[in-house]
């Protein structure tokens, strides 16, 4: 038995860490419309350095997902880190008070595109990765990491991972947790709904069927409808309730023509147990109520994206050891918590791969302007990332 982690975690240094994730913001990896292959390429030398096998897998074009492993010994168990390269768009740049490119450290913050979501994450992993490999631990086993392209749009990069066969034991999410164990994520589902109408000269309204009309009616029941979410039969103990939204509304052509079409999306996420194809089921008995009421309402609803909610047992050894080295680096006990948004996760627990959501940032400052890491929080991050691995590959018990 090891009994003093603090020898190894002594070797976390803020300001590799600082300087890794420095480094990743400073690739303009904005998607739309999605520039990860030189980030991509550049980490698979990088990470060759500190001896890790790397592939970049073609995913989609120009666009790879990128492949590391390092193996302490043949046979053992797989660990894989899982995150992506691409973020959002930086928006209106004139609004940042910082380049969001340039990684900058400021009052104890690192501000950039990416900082929280998720390059923070992917510093503090590489940094631990290395904190690990130069400790001398005798671990067995494998340690992978994988950093998927087109995270924030399709979400199937590590899908893609899985159907070209590869496997691990556990794995960690780096998204921004607050540097909490999440053991749960809601689904998600999206639908495009369209009323069809009758054009005609904005003069003559009564010769035509107003699209954007009909569309109103729909409107005002689906508000209902999400707001009765609140008295939900059905809650889970982390994700709470099932929610809705509407977010976009496009119809017309033209000022004085009455719009012969009206289209929204509408976004619905799913609990654990929720059934898209119920989901569905629910929309369609409004839909077909408001068309038996009105029959010149008539409507198309499609589904165009979807992603599985995802829950690995509280109880799970792994979750038990991630918990454990949250309170031994924090000094704090922490309880285990569910994540709101939809992460690539839902593919490795379809998988059979028990997963975790860990990382640096808090997802309230993901996606925003002037979006930032605490630097103490990427330290505490590597230290935690780093006394999972010695705790689960090691031969001995790390305390």
């Not at 300001?15 to 998607?31: C, H, I, P, S």
């Not at 792994?318 to 690539?344: D, H, M, P, W």
Request: charged share 25%; with cysteine.
């Amino acid at each position: 038995m090891i009994e003093n982690v603090d020898k190894i975690l002594d070797h976390v240094r803020e300001g590799k860490v600082v300087e890794y994730a420095r480094k990743l913001v400073n690739f303009d990896t904005q998607n739309p419309p999605g520039r990860e292959k030189e980030l991509a390429e550049y980490l698979a030398d990088f990470l060759k350095k500190f001896g890790l096998k790397t592939t970049l897998l073609n995913f989609l074009p120009n666009r790879p997902n990128l492949f590391a492993e390092y193996k302490f010994s043949d046979g053992g168990k797989t660990f894989l880190f899982d995150g992506h390269l691409d973020t959002v768009p930086a928006g209106n740049i004139s609004l940042w008070d910082f380049d969001p490119f340039s990684g900058i450290v400021k009052d104890g913050k690192l501000y950039g595109r990416g900082s929280a979501d998720m390059k923070g994450s992917i510093a503090a992993f590489i940094h631990a990765l290395e904190t690990v490999i130069d400790s001398g631990i005798e671990l067995c086993g494998n340690i992978c990491m994988l950093l998927t392209s087109d995270e924030e749009i399709s979400g199937l990069g590590t899908k893609d991972f899985i159907e070209k066969g590869y496997r691990a034991d556990v794995s960690i999410v780096g998204e921004p947790s607050c540097l909490e164990v999440n053991v749960a994520h809601k689904g998600v589902a999206r639908w495009k709904l369209k009323t069809l109408g009758k054009s005609t000269h904005a003069s003559t309204p009564e010769e035509g069927i107003n699209a954007i009309y009909k569309m109103a009616k729909i409107l005002c029941e689906l508000e209902k409808l999400a707001k009765s979410y609140s008295t939900y039969p059905r809650t889970h103990y982390l994700l709470g309730k099932p929610t809705l939204n509407v977010g976009t509304v496009y119809g017309g052509t033209k000022d004085n023509v009455v719009p012969d079409f009206c289209e929204i999306t509408i976004d619905r996420r799913l609990l654990p147990g929720d059934r898209v194809e119920d989901v569905e089921r629910e929309f369609h008995q409004i839909l077909d109520k408001l068309h038996s009421e009105d029959p010149s309402l008539k409507f198309e609803l499609k589904i165009y994206h979807s992603h599985n909610p995802a829950e690995t047992p509280s109880n799970h050894p792994f979750v038990i050891l991630a918990n454990y080295a949250v309170e031994k680096v924090l000094c704090e006990k922490r309880s285990v918590k569910g994540f709101q948004a939809t992460t690539e996760m839902t593919h490795l627990v379809e998988a059979g791969i028990p997963s975790i959501i860990l990382g640096a940032g808090d997802i309230k400052v993901a996606h925003t302007v002037n979006e930032f890491v605490l630097v103490d929080e990427l330290v505490k991050c590597a230290k935690i990332y780093t006394l999972v691995l010695a705790n689960y590959l090691s031969k001995q018990t790390i305390v």
